[in-house]
């Protein structure tokens, strides 16, 4: 962790980039990493790191100007991970749910600000068999239960990442030909309506409620960004009293080194 002697308060007109990286190292080696910091934003959260802190160069472990925080997979090295980088230190960080088994892939930073609460999140991928469906679904049930006390805490919480799941049909380039395939199955989608129930807000659709051909992902090996067939599966999630705070959204399909794009929101409380 960098000290940069800032406090535990959060200032007006903050920007928080989120970003699935899929490997910090290689997003580092090709230059993509030091493009994000260009964007100056006042947090940074990436999922999908794949690294152990240890592993990092130390201009990519601890940036200048900021806080940082790491979670890794305890199980398999080169997999999953998150981190945040902030310019404002937290009151607290905590990682994972507190559940051993959805703890030790490293999928979760919570980060305790004083007008609200941030967590980035790298959601279980339901493919590989019906075992990690399972995995998943379990995942993201234990997950509503864990943002809604930290809800009772703090009624401003702010949640983002990648959700691995499109919501609704707008949210991908090729809805009927995946509505048998994870990432779009109706058990998945149901989870986000859930979510949606439960007062937390998809804030990318609350600002533009109908816009089309706007994704966050794309398949590498089918070279589909180049044809925009894509998904929308990163998210900013902001539970309903914050959402009075969230002044703009915007998805950053410009910026490339890796299969997603970063997503980034403007605060002010």
């Not at 940074?44 to 900021?66: I, S």
């Not at 915007?250 to 490339?256: A, E, G, S």
Request: net charge positive; with cysteine.
């Amino acid at each position: 962790m960098q000290v940069c002697g800032l406090t535990a308060t959060a200032s007006n007109g903050m920007k928080i980039i989120s970003w699935n990286v899929n490997g910090i190292r290689a997003c580092h080696r090709k230059g993509s990493f030091d493009e994000l910091l260009k964007l100056k934003s006042d947090i940074f959260c990436l999922q999908e790191t794949k690294a152990h802190p240890d592993q990092l160069p130390e201009e990519v472990r601890n940036p200048k100007g900021y806080f940082s925080y790491f979670d890794h997979s305890k199980t398999r090295k080169g997999y999953s991970g998150v981190a945040i980088y902030t310019k404002t230190e937290p009151e607290k960080v905590t990682k994972g749910m507190g559940i051993p088994e959805f703890d030790q892939e490293g999928r979760l930073i919570t980060a305790y600000f004083k007008d609200f609460i941030l967590i980035t999140g790298y959601f279980p991928n339901g493919g590989s068999g019906p075992d990690r469906l399972e995995y998943k679904l379990a995942f993201y049930d234990h997950f509503l239960k864990f943002v809604e006390k930290l809800r009772n805490k703090n009624k401003n919480v702010i949640f983002c990442g990648d959700i691995n799941t499109a919501h609704t049909a707008i949210d991908l380039a090729r809805p009927k030909e995946n509505e048998k395939n994870t990432g779009f199955l109706p058990i998945e989608r149901a989870w986000i309506d859930q979510v949606v129930k439960k007062g937390y807000v998809d804030v990318f659709r609350s600002f533009n409620p109908d816009k089309k051909d706007v994704y966050t992902y794309w398949d590498m090996k089918t070279f589909a960004r180049d044809r925009n067939v894509g998904w929308r599966i990163d998210y900013f999630f902001a539970s309903s009293e914050a959402m009075k705070n969230i002044k703009d959204i915007k998805i950053l399909d410009t910026v490339f080194g890796s299969d997603h794009c970063p997503i980034s929101i403007e605060i002010s409380f």
